[in-house]
C-alpha cells in the first residue's frame, strides 16, 4: 500500500508519504466462512488494510 501511496504523492519522500499515512490506516481482522471444497464451512481468518485517502490528500496539500 506505501508503494502505491508514493506512486500517487511522487514528489513527496517515503518518510513523509508514510508519517502522513499511518494514522488514516486500519487494519480490520475477521473471519469468514470457507466456500472452496478444501476449507468448505471452516472459519478462515482474514485481514484486510484500509485507508481514508481523502484524509491524507487533505493532510498532505497543507
Not at 478462515?44 to 484500509?50: S, V
Amino acid at each position: 500500500m506505501m508503494r502505491m501511496l508514493e506512486g500517487l504523492i511522487p514528489e513527496l519522500s517515503p518518510k513523509r508519504v508514510a508519517d502522513a499515512a499511518r494514522p488514516h490506516m486500519t487494519l480490520d481482522k475477521y473471519t469468514m466462512e470457507g466456500i472452496d471444497f478444501v476449507e468448505d464451512g471452516k472459519m478462515i481468518p482474514e485481514e484486510r488494510l484500509a485507508c481514508d485517502l481523502d484524509a491524507i490528500m487533505s493532510l498532505l496539500k497543507d
